[in-house]
Structures are given as structure tokens and as C-alpha cells.
């Protein structure tokens, strides 16, 4: 059923507030990365406000959809959203890669219920998500004989794979999606945050990956492109891939690097610096007034 | 002189002891360990006939998992199928895997302390004609370097499927080691195997006798061996006793956790050591040995191995042979040990 404006603008505020929190973690911080996890905030609060099926109370219920976030370095996003949801209180972001924290530069899944998996190191994250998948459809059909899995079956639980578009880079990507298109895993989704930038620049110079539909279709799945800071397009992305029961799903999410924040958008030097204090305060006034849109006493 | 509570097979010196290689105790442990939990999975990275891996496919073919030629893949997909609460075994040639695919087997498997079986076939310079491609000497040293790998090298195919029955019963990190070509079944459904436990398989200060050999004798030397060597290790004690130099061979299948009590033990005994592993003396067994020993009882260790070099083609005997690691070797190396000792003394 679709939402209602109402809902959706609940969402979108949500990822205002995520946002917020992600300044003032990286000014916190010192160090980190800036310009994915703003770009990327819509997908997570979406994700976290309505898409996935989770208790915050209960991270290891054992019948919660499982995201697995390859690109560890955009955690301070899911960290946000966590604390958000209510997996642990905001103020513990503001301990992000600090000495003893749970919330480590790049995530590490014995030490924060609820984080799935570590990640940091790039290309891995849709092999495991993979092999999560596999092992869903498994459970969902026992007892059963014979080689392999048979698709399409049933299955209530669904895997999440949100991955950067540089990380397309890693071989080990390209063998995983070779995989799950041969096994098509359709409780998977992948969501690309195509955002058109890596650490030494835009993504066409270091390694073209157009046609990423073109090359995602070639191994048997399913493509679909969207707007990634419509709530809205996303969310109608996700339930489309859950109706699609032949092949897996990858949502391209185009997405703005730095989102919310005009003086570092679209520019790749925010890939992996931290705003100082100072531009901290003038990033969270521009979140605040929608780049200057609202009054100041909203900031 | 052969311990009685290692319950050895009866014709062990014998030239017609069966040989099995160490790879056949996968396929028979995992079919074991199959049957008793049905979470346990076999990932194969395209070589299912020579891992041995077939036979839990035959068995379990809905449990056999085929990754095609993609050692990252493999192993960042066991960790996720071990997400979802299921043991996977993965196996290919040990110079792919963990060769190959280290980094995802560090970041996906060890730091997130999950319960996957890393198999390293064909491992060692005995792979043959293959040549140094083929031919991993590093993977000893490779996983026992991440924290909470346990890394286990068993001596023959029995031993071999003990090691896998009992590494599906553990909840972290496990690689296995394994040798494609056949060596001596020497132990017995009956010999004790714990992992992270040594074992004494002839000590020349006990009363039984080997036939020919007069008994006892004191023990100078301590031979330490692990996976493919322990066999030859025997054979040396043997040959060394019928020269009247008493040794202690002590089988090391579990390099990590190093069964550091029973090192020491021995060792304090003998005041001499040799080490023996079909792998590089960097980092491996050897290095291990003599981390343990330096801090807790030094003593003077020769670690034999293959030192600093590649493998090449040839026949799995002409490499050993070359390399320096067989029976004749072990016997030479014991031999000057004590005279270099003897030396010092005049």
C-alpha cells in the first residue's frame, strides 16, 4: 500500500535529523568520511524508518531482514539511523572512532549488536549477503533433496546489500554477482549509492562503470535506477524487487556526495575528510534551513 | 619406545603401511560431521574430484555448495552463510585459498570471530609435478598470524578426519591443512586427538621395546613435527635409537593453539630440538616452537623446513628429498645437534 504524504514527510525527517547527527559525530570524530553517508541518509532512513523488518530492542531477532552495509566506510549513516531507531542513544555517536567505543571507524560487527557484519575493506559485502541469502531460502524450504536451492520459494525474511559505486571497482563484486545471478537469490536486494565519486576523484575518470544497468542486467538481474533522495522512488524500488521472484534486485540509487550541505556537494575532496568545528556549525545550519530556505531560527 | 596410550597401528615400520592422502580425511570427516549436524555445508571453488569435496556432494548434495573459480567469493560467502547459522567447510588448494583470498578471510571470517573451516588442500612441496605455484609453504604462517585462527595440520587421513569432525564442533575460526599425495596411515580411530593437544608417539625412556633395539635409552633430542612429517619423524627415532641416541617425537597437529605445556615439557627433558614441517621455517611450526621455547625454556632448536625458497617440479620423493624433508634428514640433523652441543662442551 503506498504511504501517505504524511508518512513519507515523517521519513524525510528522519533523515534531516540523521543528517545533524552525522556533522556532529565527524566534528566529534575528527576524522572520517563526510560526503557518503550525507549523500546516502534517504536510503537509510527509509531503510530503517519503514523498509526493513528489525527491533531495535532485539538486534538478533531471529526473524529481522538482515542489511549488510559493504562500504564500511559510510557507517556513520547507519550508526546515525541505529541510534535513531533506538538501537542505543544518540549521544553514544558522539564516541565514533574514539578509544574503546562500539562505534569503530569502520564497523566491526563483535562489538555493536545490530551492525550484521565488519566491513571497511571494499568488494565483500554482497558475498556474505549472498551467503546469508542462500541460507534463508535453505531454511525457508527444508526438508528438501536434490542439489541446490529451488527458486522461486517463499521466503519471509530478505537481505539488504548497500554498497558504493567505487567499491564496483573490487573484483570480488563481480564474482558475487555472478553468483547470486546463477542462483537467483531473489530475496537479495543491492542498492548502489551511484554517487559518481571515489577518493581520487569522479568514478568515469578513475574506472568508467557505465553501463552498470547494462552490466548488472548481463548477469541476471534485475535493474531498476532511481532518484536516491526521493523517499518515495526508493521505497516503490524496494517493494518492486520484493515482487520479482526470478533473479535478484539491484536499485541504483543516484545520489548527490555531501547531500544537504551546498559548499561540499558533488565536490570529491568530502570523500574522506571531516568538516572542522567550524564548518560543522555552518554544514548543520545549512541542513537545518534547507540550504537557507527557512529562517535562521530554524538553525 | 612407541607410546602405548598413542595406540599406533601394530606394522608400523612396515614398507607396505597403507597410504592414504590427508585430503581423504576431509571427505570422510565432513560426510561424519554432516550426518550429526545438518547446518554443516562444503563450499568448492571448482575442484570438487581432487579436495574430496565430491564425496559430501554425493552425500549431501543439497549441502554442497559450488562457488566456480572464486576464492574471495568463497570465502566471504562462508562468512555469511555462518551469519545465518551454518558451518561451512570451504576448500580448494591452499595456494588459492588462503593463498589467495587472505584478506577476505581476515576481515570477513577472523576479525567478525565467525565459525568457518578454512581448508587448505594440496599444501606442501609433495603436490609434485604442479611446481612452486602450486606448492603453498606460507599457509601456516599466514592464518596462525590471525587472532582467534585456530590452525591444525594433521599427519595422516585418520587423523585428518578427526580434525575435521572436531573443528564443526567449535563456535570460531578454523583452517585446516591438508596434502594431496599419500603419506603412511599410522594412527588409529583409537589415537587420542584433542585440538590444541600434542601427543608423544615414542619416547625412548619407556620400557616397551621395538623390536632389535635395546631399551631404554636416555632422551637427548626432541623431535617436534607436524602434518606430513610425523611418519618420517617415527621412522628417524628409529633408526637413531638403533644407534643408541634416545629421542622424544612429539606430534604437533595443532600449531595454534600451540600445546605449549607439552613443548616445554619435552623439551626440558631433552635440552635439544628439531622441528620438522613440510612449509617455510618463517612463521611456520618451527617459528612457533621457538617462540614458545625462547621465552619459557630456551633451549637449542634446528627447525627443518624449506628455508627461503620456492618449490619446483618433480616427483612428490625427489622434492622432499630435496627440500630436506624426510627421515634421512631428521636422523642428520639430530645427529648435529648433539655433536655442535658436544663441540661447545670441549
Redesign the interface.
Known sequence: MALTDAEILHIEDKAEKIRETIIEMLVAAGSGHTAGPLGTADIFAALYFHVLKHDPQNPEWEERD?L?LSNGHIVPVRYAAMAHAGYFPIEECLTLRKFGSRLQGHP???RLPGL??????L???L??????????L??AQRP??????RTPAPVSRRVYVAMGDGEQNE??VW??V??AG?NKLHNLTAIIDRNNIQIDGMTEDIMPLDSLRAKYEAFNWHVLEVDGHNVRAFIDAVDEARAIYEKPTVIIAHTIPGKGVPEIEFDYHWHGKPPTAEEGKQFLKDIRTLKGKLPHEYA | MLNPHAKLVQNIFDAKLEQKPTRDGFGTGTIEAGKSNENVLVLCADLAESTRAEWFQKEFPERFIEMGIAEQNMAATAAGFALAGKVPFMASYAAFSPGRNYEQIRTTIALNNLHVVVCGMHAGVSVGPDGATHQMLEDIGLMRMLPGMTVIAPSDAEEARKAVVAASKMSTPVYIRFGRSPVPSYTTPETPFEIGKALVLWDSELAEGVEGIQIPQKAKVAIMTTGSMSHQALVAARALAAEGIGTIVLSVPTIKPLDTEAVVSVARRTSHVVTIEEHTVMGGFGSAVAECLSEQYPVKIVRLGTQDVFGQSGTPDELMQHYGLSAVHIGEAVREILNHTQHKKN
Do not use: F, V
Open positions: 538482515r549488510i566491526e560487527r563483535p550484521e557484519t565488519t566491513s571497511g575493506p568488494g565483500q559485502g558475498s556474505q549477503g549472498n551467503g546469508l541469502a542462500y541460507s534463508l535453505m531454511d528438501q533433496s536434490g542439489a541446490g536451492i573484483g570480488n564474482e558475487a555472478m553468483w546463477k
